[in-house]
């Protein structure tokens, strides 16, 4: 197999100590306190003057509902801990990435710990991080109420600095059968109902938070994505629970559905959302698709597709920014390659190689293009992207530091966001014009679910 770029150039390190600090995992049960605020910094040069939003998975085995697990087991897996035990599956794998909060001295946390929080918000914003998008679990399951990884928020809100945020509501639970074999049954019971309940119970939630003058809007509209999967889009109740979601008191939320997979474009279309946007818009997950996958041919490849999303939406497409997958350290780590790679299932496939910092800030610069020369899009003026991710480190795209072998500090990732002498501005790319309409092209398709 072809050799992972990221293993052999390893930019921009930092030497850190060879201490190693761990925050611990039930700082949930920590008292709210009163805490100063951020600490004045430079702020770095943000990249072309974009303002960057990050979605920001919670990690935390603090703050989980785990009454679905039939045989009442307990939650063990701390993925800040468990992606640094992951194994290469082949010649030249970029495994195992061990991520970091800080200069590399904490290298576990949990997110309910107002001092992980806190961290990761002056990291963020030390990097041009305009605001994060937090991953929220609310709904109802047989018509019981269920709120799942909450708490890393409230964290957060403790002491926001002059961080954003949004939130993204998942209609589904986290996965909690972790590692994940190729395998395994299915992890039956994730999706929420969709209903009313579940509609009330996320209308409740997001008002609640949109009070909070951090909150991000748009043209004073409080902007709240969803996600659901297809099924969830295909149901009769579905176009029940955005209008009740928006059933509010001014300000009227701007809602913003996931795509996920290309066959869902009409779903999303008749449900009439304000935008539409991606998550891993990334990786091809369809059925026969090549398990190892080439980062810069993706992105020459989804760059193209935008436009043709964009023709057959009546809404502004937002793209965003994906820098990096691969989930394989959330598999069975005695799983042979060739062996996982035959079941393309996640979390074994697919692998994206090739995703440097440089090839990741050409993605970057593309996405604020393709937003910029489209005037129906609201943020065109404003030069938003939406990185996926701020965390995903199980699924490696993270755009935290890594903690390289000899402990130096890799950051090259987040200094893809910041402007550096040299840098041309973000320019529309000839495959990104509006001039024509592309026919329709190999989409890839999210078989996460």
Known sequence: ??????????????????????????????????????????????????????????????????????????????????????????????????????????????D??????????????????????????????????????????????????????????????????????????????????????????????????????????????????????????ASPQMPRLLAVLRETQEPRPFVILILRRISDLPLIHSLAPDAVTGYAYLPDFSSGAEPLQSYPDRVEQVGREWEWIQAHLPVPFLPPAVCGWDATPRGDRDMAWETASAHSIYPHVPVLHGSTPEAFARMLDRAAAFTASHTRNPWRDDGLVLVTAWNEIGEGCALLPRVLPGNPCDTGFLEALTEKDGDSPATQHPSTSTASSPSTPHFPTDTRS
């Open 1 to 110: 197999m072809e050799p992972n770029p990221n293993q052999a150039t390893l930019p921009r390190h930092i030497a850190v100590p060879a201490r190693r600090r761990i925050i611990p995992v039930t700082a949930a049960q920590l008292p709210a306190r009163p805490r100063p605020e951020c600490a004045p910094y430079s702020h770095a040069r943000r990249r072309h003057g974009l303002r960057i939003g990050a979605y920001f998975y919670p990690q935390t085995i603090a703050d989980r509902d785990l009454s679905r697990l039939p045989d009442g087991a307990c939650f063990h897996w701390n993925e800040t801990r468990e992606v640094g035990r992951a194994r290469p599956r082949f010649d030249g794998h970029d495994q195992p990435r061990t991520y970091t909060i800080d200069d590399g001295t904490t290298m576990e946390w949990d």
């Open 112 to 233: 309910t710990d107002p001092d992980a929080m806190h961290q990761q918000v002056r990291l963020a914003q030390a990097h041009g991080v305009d605001f994060f998008v937090f991953d929220s679990y609310i709904g109802t399951r047989n018509r019981i109420p269920v709120r799942e990884m909450t708490a890393p928020v409230d964290a957060f809100l403790q002491n926001p600095g002059s961080m954003r945020f949004a939130l993204m509501f998942v209609l589904e639970s986290p996965r909690v059968r972790l590692p994940f074999s190729a395998h395994a049954e299915p992890e039956h019971g994730r999706p929420y109902d969709i209903c009313e309940a579940t509609a009330l119970a996320i209308r409740d939630e997001a008002r609640r938070r949109w009070q909070h003058p951090s909150y991000v809007t748009l043209a004073g509209r409080p902007v709240v994505l969803v996600m659901a999967n297809s099924h969830q889009l």
